[in-house]
């Protein structure tokens, strides 16, 4: 996947919520089931299509982070707000045909892998059928891409510094910075939570957030922002740190309590007072 803090000088955006979780997962099971509609006849269906199904969900999953990997490389080389025509021409060119040559190739090696090569190594419906299908998904993405790319730069520009965008299920919305309450970072993606403890995306990374943040706010650790008004209590722990519990419960992917290193322990003793 694409690590967004670890990209640097890119034009990262709303576009990349095409490889956050889950929603690549989503976009891997609907592509899946269109393309096992279109290829196999579902009038004599039993066990087997179960486990061409699953070996189809692995093989689409494994080609869209290829082709996120691809983004990646291009959001390096060629940043979406350096040379955007140029940069169209590349993903529609290069990208494209290096994503179609690596389905070809991991297709011929699940098939032996899988299927002793019985199911579709160089058959001809494949080559003429699959192949196709599978670039008019590729440019389906490249248009979700920068169709995403586009609709986010023409409704964001001019953001106030006091509100930063966030991503609510599919759609973006605004939301005033006093009314965060705790950032944090899980498996690569940003997560923002507010006043009302309702959990949302950002594409924007930890350490960029934490400069739009004011003295209300602490940097707990590399993975952690909080507020004065996220902190339900903190207590003394082993070898100088502390150990600091939030007030919101109600979230599964957060820790009980969040741990600042004795390095932190005494700027947050005189930030909390």
């Given amino acids: 996947m694409i690590d967004n803090e670890k990209e640097k000088g890119n034009s990262l955006g709303s576009q990349e919520l095409l490889f956050k979780r889950p929603y690549i997962w989503a976009i891997t099971i609907t592509i899946t089931l269109l393309n096992f509609l279109i290829t196999y006849n579902l009038q004599n269906i039993n066990w087997q299509y179960a486990y061409y199904f699953s070996i189809d969900v692995l093989t689409t999953y494994l080609v869209i ?9 291009l ?12 940069r169209i021409i590349y993903q529609l060119s290069f990208h494209t045909l290096s994503v179609i040559i690596f389905n070809i190739i991991l297709n011929e090696l699940f098939d032996h892998l899988f299927f002793k090569g019985t199911r579709l190594s ?13 670039l008019i998904f590729v440019l389906f993405f490249h ?9 986010s730069n023409q409704n964001f520009k001019g953001i106030k510094s006091d509100t930063i965008k966030v991503i609510d299920g599919m759609a973006f919305k605004l939301i005033k910075i006093s009314d965060i309450i705790l950032i944090y970072t899980l498996f690569g993606n940003t997560y923002v939570i507010d006043t009302h403890y309702k959990k949302y995306t950002s594409d924007v990374t930890l ?16 993975k952690f922002i909080v507020s004065k008004d996220a902190v339900h209590s903190y207590k003394s722990s082993t070898n100088g740190k502390i150990e600091l519990t939030i007030v919101i419960k109600d979230l599964f992917d957060l820790p009980e309590v969040i741990i600042i290193s004795r390095d932190r322990a005494s700027s947050f003793r005189s930030w909390i007072k």
Wanted: net charge positive.
């Fill in 143 to 151: 248009v979700l891409y920068f169709g995403l790319y586009f609709m």
């Fill in 207 to 222: 350490k960029d957030l934490e400069k739009k943040l004011s003295n209300e706010y602490f940097r707990a650790n590399r």
């Fill in 122 to 134: 160089l058959s001809f419906n494949f080559y003429t059928k699959d192949i196709f299908l599978a």
């Fill in 65 to 73: 982070e290829f082709y996120a990997f691809g983004i990646g490389v």
């Fill in 75 to 86: 959001n390096k080389r060629l940043p979406l707000n350096k040379d955007l025509i140029k």
